[in-house]
Structures are given as C-alpha cells and as structure tokens.
C-alpha cells in the first residue's frame, strides 16, 4: 500500500462519524469508581521559563457577547454529530449567543503550542484566538508570564457551580481565576495486538528489544518521564530533580538506541493507525477512538501506576472577543452540554452531574474506565522550583532531538 493510501485511510478514520456509545456496549469495560478523583487536579506549579516576578492578569471586563468566537483545541476532542460531522456543543452555543465559532485544531503539543505563540502573547496579541486549551501546567506558565486574561466569575454561575471539587483549586490557580478544565485523563500503553503478540501491562514492555524501532513516546516531558519513573518504582510526585534526571537518561538512551522511533503528540494515533509503531505510551480518550476504527488496538493502565493530567481553556491576552469566550466556558460547564462533549470523546468530564445524567440516558457509559476511572494508581508530577523546571525541561528537549 502506498504512503499516500495510508494517508487517505489515516484521514477517513479521524472525519469517521464515531458512535461512541455503539462502541461502549461492544467493549465490555468494567465497572469502576471515581472515589481519588482528587488526583485529577494535576498541580504542576510550573512558573515557566527563568524566574521573575509573577505577572498580574488582566480583568475581563464587559464585553459584547456575540460576533465570532476564535477557540483553539486539541485534535478529536469535542463532540461531533455522527451523521453532519458537525459539533453539536458548537452549534448550540451559536444559536443560543448567535456568535459565529471558528474552531481550530491547532494544538499538538504544549511545548509546540507555546513556541508557536509566545511572541504574540508576550506583545499582547492573541494571533487572533479567543480561547484556548493547554494542560494546567502550562496554564500556569502562560499566567505566570501574564499571557492570559483573568475572568469575571460572574458572568460565569454554571462554572462556579458546577465545577468538580476535584480540579477546582490547584495551587498554581487555587480560585480558577484564569484557568477552567476542558477535561482530565490519564496517559498509558496504546499497542497493536496483532504486532505485540500479546497484551502489554508495564512501561517496561516498552523497553523490550523485540519492540525495538516500533515504539513512541509522549513529547510532554510530564508524561514521558514520569510514566518511566513509576515503571522504575519511583514516585513522580515525590521525585527531586536528580531522580527525574536518571528517568530522562533512560529515555534518551532508548531513543539512541533506536528503540524509541519518535515522540509525539497526537500523532501518535497516526503512527499506529500505519502500522509504524505497534506500542506508545498515549492518552486515554485517543485510544478509544482509535479502537473503533481497528479493534486490535488497546489501551492499557501500566500495573506500576499511571500519569493523569487536566487540559483547561484560557482566554489569552489581546483576545478579540473575550466576553464571548468567557461565556463559552460557562456553556459547557452546563452537565447536559458536558454530558454530550464526555460521551463523544471519553475523557474525565469536570463538571458535577454529568455521571448522573450519563447513567440515565445509557448506565454503560459510566462503566467505561477511561470516564470514570479507579484513581488508586493514579499519579501527577512533582512541583520543582522555575530553576529545576527549566534544567528538566532542557535535558528531556535534548533527550528527544528536539
């Protein structure tokens, strides 16, 4: 098959209308409980590059609602109407706040994203974005930076409300002043069970030369690093910057050694969708839509523990329409519009309500594990002071060729 048959069959599967509900009844996941949500929250203190006094955020203001709304996101991660392909959520926001939505999915990769808009955000310029979604630790770092706008909380009663206790105070946005979750999820092995011969429990199957050339690893440093540190029986909340180090040496071993081919973001669905790689280290919600287009493909929670993040949307300084986007973040924080978004792309909604209504409307979503995890083994990363960030954040850019 030609490159460009991979590409024409890699591009069906991701515009594939996606029942995910279809999917759930046929999957059989167990039941589990979200009883250590809490570690959801996904600190991550990360004031950025250098140290520096930390910049005050500018109040929002007033503000017509309407015109068009400029949001930024990840790849397959918002609901979308199996027969239209249309975003349900995005159409409804229209019709109730008749706003124009010109929705981008642009973000690959914090680190990738951050580069690609840091000099607009230093010189107040918002490259005309209204909103976007990064993960909390590089949330922190755009507000530490004073590149992101604080919001007037009330013009926002849904998300004061309805927000899940679990990721409502981070210490790094301890009010949610300048940062709400979009969602949470958990990172783990994603693996072609037709290459593997077999299925995949730790990280350390990663490491097993028989994989050799056919393995990705995450670019989040995060997730990478600390994914290797709990397959090497370390905890990522407790490891100091030398202990984080040693994880990186391994990494970049690997990667020299050529058992690592690349590290990736979202590409690494396309990776395995090819048949380049047949085991990645991924996220939670991706493996599920990866899993209805080819059933051999499995995501796995490693037996020594796993990584959980949160994504959360901002509106960046110098946005156009940052009254709009601030009632965008009070849409969805309403359980029927998250229930819809949770349902469509798997991952942990963080608004209250929306298992209840879940459980109503089909009880087997809320069996899904990837929704609604069992957080015993859950993990987030240590908080390391801007000097130790930024030495850890160069070593794993060098690790990976970046």
């Excluded at 690349?262 to 590409?267: L, V």
Aim: hydrophobic letters at 35%.
């Amino acid at each position: 098959m030609s490159e460009r048959d991979y590409e024409r069959i890699f591009e069906e599967a991701l515009q594939r209308e996606l029942n995910r509900r279809r999917f759930l009844r046929q999957a059989g996941v167990g039941v589990a409980g979200l009883s250590a949500m809490s570690l959801l929250a996904a600190c991550g203190d990360d004031n950025g590059i250098g140290g520096g006094e930390k910049k005050e955020a500018k109040q929002i203001t007033g503000g017509k609602v309407g015109g068009t709304l400029a949001f930024s996101n990840w790849p397959l991660y918002i609901d979308v109407n199996d027969d239209t392909k249309a975003h349900p959520t995005l159409d409804a926001f229209e019709k109730e706040y008749k706003a124009k939505v010109k929705y981008t999915e642009e973000i690959n990769d914090n680190t990738e994203f951050f580069g690609k808009v840091r000099q607009q955000y230093a010189r107040g310029d918002s490259g005309g974005r209204d909103l976007h979604v990064v993960t909390d630790w590089l949330c922190a770092r755009m507000d530490r930076l004073g590149y992101v706008q604080k919001f007037d909380k009330s013009q926002m009663p849904n998300a004061v409300k309805n927000i899940e206790d679990a990721v409502a105070s981070p210490d790094f946005d301890p009010k949610r002043e300048v940062s709400m979750p979009w969602q949470s999820g958990q990172v783990g092995i994603v693996y072609r069970s037709d290459e593997t011969g077999g299925d995949l429990t730790s990280v350390n199957d990663l490491f097993d030369p028989k994989f050799k050339g056919k393995v990705t690893f995450l670019s989040e440093m995060r997730d990478s690093v600390g994914t290797v540190l709990l397959g090497d029986g370390k905890k990522p909340e407790d490891a100091d910057l030398d202990t984080a180090l040693e994880a990186v040496e391994k990494i970049e071993k690997a990667a020299k050694d050529g058992q690592i081919r690349a590290f990736t973001g979202n590409e690494f669905t396309r990776q395995l969708l090819k048949g380049d790689s047949f085991a990645a280290l991924g996220w939670s919600g991706d493996s599920v839509q990866l899993q209805v287009d080819n059933p051999r493909i499995k995501f796995a929670a490693p037996e020594e523990g796993y990584m959980v993040f949160t994504d959360s949307m901002q509106i960046p300084v110098g946005a156009p329409n940052a009254a709009t986007a601030q009632k965008m973040i009070d849409f969805v924080y309403q359980p029927e519009i998250q229930a819809q978004i949770t349902a469509y792309v798997n991952y942990v909604p963080p608004v209250k309500g929306v298992k209840e209504i879940l459980e109503k409307e089909d009880p087997e979503i809320v069996e899904n594990k990837l929704i609604f995890p069992e957080l015993s083994l859950a993990h987030n990363f240590a908080t390391l002071s801007p000097e130790e960030e930024r030495d850890l954040d160069s070593a794993f850019q060098r690790a990976i060729g970046a």
